[in-house]
């Protein structure tokens, strides 16, 4: 026989109500934003989209304890373009959202450093996994901070290995911005004092016609072509020395490090003294603890991860661990912008997938590891398999 207990849905109803007036009721998580800013259109979105995917990665795993304190971690990307105006208007719309607690990029210092101006006075955390130019910290911004290397000693990198290989002459490119300019005058400077002869020194911004500069590089018939700047110019660069008969050495920077840059340079690439690069990250299959990562980054996004990819799930690593040992210091609530950038440079002996990272005064890591990589590979999907042919731990300047 059934009982009915007409009684009993009123006087839970009751209850519930009763609760809620009360003030018991669920509260919501408080929304935190991690911002992200790189290329995800144009000729460099492969990296720049790869930058907010290990970004987005490690959010979603490694966002647990934030979680548990109430927090909802959430991703707010921008795309800069590559272009330092749109970065800038970028930053301005960030900062302006008070949800967000920190920033991740860029991939072009040229952007970054413009950009972090405003970081800088909205007491914004912005760690970049990607911006080498020794002026993206020598500021001494207590928001900025960097995982990888400075041009500096990128530069003085490739020049050892060049003088290693017995290059004698080089003629050096680049172009005119931030970044390749820099880093072809720390190239030009170390080349000369290892006794490196440098046949030229020019800059440019073409792109397709390199006609009217290499007329005088193969006039002068230096060992080797290097090229500070972005790999869809440099390749270009290479490609059309090679055609014109040049047989010397090629070599350039970490912004050649694209798998398009095999897709424009073709076999070319691979002839003559072959083509090599300079880098602040080795592909991620190189680092014993990044193994997982790729199997997840492929997994979650299709593709291998590029380059910096890795940097970037590192740098979110680092600032949500800031967020959360601010938060506690604030008793569970959201901290402040201010207190989280000092819970960055706190950090101390932070192991992420990539290496241990402490930060000094200015925000570089005190140790940062520099790659020769040659060029080996035939085709796009085989850009990651390149031979590294050295890896070098250098500490900071």
């Known amino acids: 026989m059934k009982r009915y207990f007409p009684s009993v849905a009123p006087a839970l109803t009751a209850i519930c109500l009763l609760l809620l007036g ?12 991690i911002a992200t800013q790189s290329p995800l259109s144009g000729s460099m979105s ?25 927090f909802k971690i959430m991703l707010s990307p921008y795309d800069d373009q590559g272009n330092p105006d749109t970065g ?30 405003e970081y800088h006075q909205a007491n914004l955390a912005n760690i970049s996994p990607a911006n080498s130019n020794p002026k993206v910290t020598d500021r001494g911004y207590k928001e900025v901070s960097r995982v990888c290397g400075r041009d500096d000693v990128q530069g003085a990198v490739g020049a050892q290995f060049a003088k290693s290989k017995g290059i004698k ?44 500069i290499l007329s005088p590089i ?15 110019q440099g390749s270009v660069l290479f490609k059309q020395a090679r055609q014109k008969g040049y047989l010397g050495m090629c ?28 880098t602040l990250c080795g592909p ?74 402490t930060f000094d005064w200015k925000g570089d890591p005190t140790v940062a590891r520099y790659f020769v990589v040659q060029v080996t590979a035939k085709d796009p999907t085989q850009w990651e398999g390149n031979k590294v042919i050295q890896a070098l731990d250098i500490k900071a300047p």
Do not use: W
């Open 88 to 117: 800038v208007a970028n930053a301005k719309a960030i900062v302006s959202d008070p949800d967000v607690l920190g920033i991740i990029g860029h991939y072009n210092s040229g952007v970054q450093i413009p950009s972090s101006e």
């Open 284 to 357: 991620a299959a190189m680092y014993p603890n990044c193994s997982k990562f790729v199997h997840d980054f492929k997994a979650k996004f299709g593709n291998q991860p590029h380059s910096y990819a890795s940097q970037a799930y590192d740098a979110t690593a680092m600032m949500l661990k800031a967020i959360e040992q601010a938060a506690l210091a604030n008793g569970g609530k959201v901290p402040e912008r201010e207190d989280v950038a000092k819970a960055v440079r706190a950090l101390q002996g932070f192991k992420g997938i990539t290496s241990t990272i």
């Open 22 to 33: 009360s003030g018991m009721e669920a509260k919501a998580p408080q929304v935190v934003k």
């Open 169 to 212: 002459t080089v003629y050096v490119i680049h172009d005119k911005t931030a970044y390749g300019q820099g880093i072809a005058e720390y190239f030009k400077k170390v080349s000369e004092s290892t006794g490196i002869k440098v046949a030229g020194f020019t800059g440019t911004e073409e792109k397709s016609n390199f006609d009217a």
């Open 218 to 232: 193969i006039a002068a018939k230096p060992d080797c072509i290097y090229f500070g700047g972005i790999f869809d």
């Open 251 to 278: 070599l350039s920077d970490d912004a050649f490090d694209d798998p398009e840059s095999i897709k424009i340079g073709g076999d070319t690439l691979l002839k003559g003294g072959g083509t090599f690069y300079s």
């Open 46 to 70: 492969v990296i720049g989209v790869d930058i907010k995917g290990g970004v987005q990665l490690a959010i979603e795993q490694l966002s647990g304890p934030l979680t548990r304190l109430g």
